[in-house]
């Protein structure tokens, strides 16, 4: 190795440059590997496994399924229900009542336009109560319709479990589907050099897109806001870790991630980083360059 290397010297005729000459030249090649190194790492750097999602939007649906007893009860003031899912809904209730779900349940809000809000409620495997109403056990299906008045003007709800942003359309042409109206993704993670936070420009989502979360280590979190006269149900979520998938209509889910020129752009220390050892290695390059044709005059006089 040695010999190699001592062949190569030779064959270059670096022994014939100065000293000084040698030492920029090593620090140019170091410079250039630390570049190279951290242009790779941006390339193919996937988002953090740390990451955090934030998903606003406006949905006229949502389906939300309760990992625990952690999440707080919802209040009803002005509301019917129905025992079965279906139809027909008693009188309204003329107090207010709290609603709590158990776990293994599934949860769908929905809301078309500005009309009253709906939540259904389904236990665990069609075979279990779904939750309770002013401690009292719901049945296997429960719906609830809540009305939003001049004195009930808002409705708020909060989530922590797994969730579900829109619906799935299909081409039946006798349903009217709720759909995603707008919303964007932000998502938060460390810089590759220092581990600090920072936040990509927001990814947007598409009317009608259906957005789900998987992989993730900790239940999400919400809250639902809705407002009369107003479409729609406000809704902001947060997801840690794990990934985000968008799906449009008619089109596979597509990973919600972050490009190569948006974590360039987004994450500043990289980006200063870079441009900093690029214009190292021009400086380095011009003076090795420089001290190489004053030698060459040199020895040509």
Known sequence: ???KLKTAIRYLELDRLHKSTI????????????????FIMAVVGKVSEDAKYSILVESESYTYYPSNNNASGVLLKAYKLSEHCGDSFSEWAESESVLVFDPGSTV????FGSSDIRIDVQGENFSKSGGKLNDSPLGVCTSFVLSLNE???VFTMNLYGDIKIGRNVSDASDAYFPLLLSGHVVIQERSILTESEFQHT????????LVTMSGQDRPARGILRATKDESGLEGVVVVEGGEVFAQSYRSAA???????LNRLSDDNELAISLSALFLLAQFFGVIITFLLRLKVINLAE
């Open 1 to 3: 190795m040695k010999k």
């Open 23 to 38: 030492i920029l030249i090593i620090f140019f090649i170091s410079v250039m590997a630390a570049f190279t190194v951290l």
């Open 108 to 111: 769908s809000i929905t809301r």
């Open 151 to 153: 004195t009930n003007s």
């Open 202 to 209: 927001p990814i947007d989502l598409q009317r009608g897109d």
């Open 254 to 260: 597509r990973n919600i991630k972050i490009s190569f």
